[in-house]
């Protein structure tokens, strides 16, 4: 059983930036593909962005991508989300999930999952 915790999240004004945290208790973390989705209020969760277990692979959401930038350290069990030029439609529960596998943008590859963090995003 993995078990992730997602942390980072909170009130943030336009323009601004937050870093996402999160922390896997596997073991072997770097046989895990690792992805942080999104889910806005009353839509249904999307890909952010997600990661292959050694960082080689990385896969973006075409709207996101070039502002946010995922990334992983396997020595801390802690795949990161740097969320730059945050704009109000940005607000979503961040989750983050993991599969012992390659990296997809499917959230039903995905075995494990947090419990997601609230961003918000000020204008």
């Known amino acids: 059983q993995v078990q992730l915790v997602e942390s980072g999240g909170g009130l943030v004004q336009a323009g601004g930036s937050l870093r996402l945290s999160c922390a896997s208790s596997g073991r072997t973390f770097t046989n895990y593909a690792v992805a942080w989705f999104l889910q806005a209020p009353g839509k249904e969760r999307e890909i952010v962005a997600a990661?292959?277990?050694?960082?080689?692979?990385?896969i973006y959401s075409d709207s996101l991508k070039g502002r946010f930038t995922i990334s992983r350290d396997n020595a801390k069990n802690t795949v990161y989300l740097e969320m730059n030029t945050l704009k109000p439609e940005d607000t979503a529960v961040y989750f983050c999930a993991t599969r012992r596998s390659y990296a997809t943008r499917n959230q039903g590859d995905y075995d494990y999952w947090g419990q997601g963090t609230q961003v918000t995003v000020s204008s």
């Open positions: 990661v292959s277990g050694i960082g080689i692979t990385t």
